[in-house]
């Protein structure tokens, strides 16, 4: 009967296992639910994400197979040698404490370029100043609203086009977004790009990304910010060139002095 438990508990990395190999192939009955497509020119927050599911996965089944292998070798019920009490091995204490630091220390490292692609190289302009943001994201309860510099270039401007939970970049271009909250913290993500940061009230913030695929992509807000937090998404379109977001813009912006237009009218 010991056997049996071995065996029945055995099954939980097997199943566990088997769950994250349907998950990455994409396999019924769960798809869909591993990453979403990736649209950015950089790889590295997903060379990072799997080289530590990999390793972790390694070191879990690994340990799987040793806990599996004690409980089948040392069950009660088979085995008649007599029970033997340790007080432990310093040496390998001393070994499974130095792995472990060591393999984290390597971890530390190696995500720093992650770390600076996404906090600290924003785009620079050809003479080498920052560039300037390509629009402004203000999250709301429960909306992201979104404001476009207009033709000169700068925000808080007459021309400025304003929009709601619209956000349309041009590709192959780097884009950097300002990102600031009207009242609580709420996280804005694009899952396609890899890119997630919190929107803490009163801090003005600047992310960046460079889509390298055209298409419409989710808008998400990831941090609980209130009872309509679920439905505060929107859509990012991605244009396939500058012309067409140009293009875009004015027709957009057409449509928003029209709008005002017939509203004075009534
Ligand atoms: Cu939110």
Not at 183 to 189: G, K
Not at 240 to 250: A, N
Request: with cysteine; charged share 20%; proline share 5%.
């Amino acid at each position: 009967m010991g056997k049996f438990w071995s065996f029945f508990f055995a099954l939980v990395p097997i199943l566990g296992i088997g769950l994250f190999v349907f998950a990455i192939n994409d396999w019924a009955p769960i798809r869909g639910h591993w990453f979403p497509e990736l649209i950015s020119k950089s790889h590295v927050i997903d060379n990072l994400f799997n080289f530590i599911m990999y390793l972790t996965g390694a070191v879990f089944i690994g340990t799987s197979i040793v806990l599996a292998w004690i409980m089948v070798k040392y069950d009660g019920g088979s085995n008649k040698e007599p029970v033997i009490y340790s007080h432990g091995s310093h040496t390998l204490e001393v070994i499974w404490s130095i792995i472990p630091a060591v393999v984290l220390l390597f971890i530390a490292i190696y995500q720093m370029d992650a770390w600076a692609n996404a906090r600290m190289y924003r785009p620079t302009l050809s003479d080498g100043t920052e560039m300037p943001p390509h629009a402004r994201v203000t999250g709301r309860q429960f909306e992201w609203k979104i404001q476009y510099p207009g033709k000169d270039g700068k925000l808080d401007t007459p021309d400025d086009l304003h929009l709601i939970n619209d956000l349309h970049v041009p590709m192959d271009e780097d884009i950097v977004i300002r990102i600031e909250s009207m009242d609580v913290l709420h996280s804005f993500f694009l899952p396609n790009l890899r890119v997630k940061q919190d929107v803490v009230p009163g801090m003005q913030q600047h992310i960046w990304f460079h889509a390298v695929k055209d298409g419409t992509y989710d808008i998400v807000c990831a941090e609980l910010c209130g009872w309509g937090h679920y439905k505060m998404k929107g859509r990012l379109t991605v244009e396939p060139s500058r012309e067409e977001f140009d293009k875009w813009l004015e027709k957009a912006y057409a449509e928003q002095e029209t709008a005002q237009y017939s509203l004075d009218e009534e």
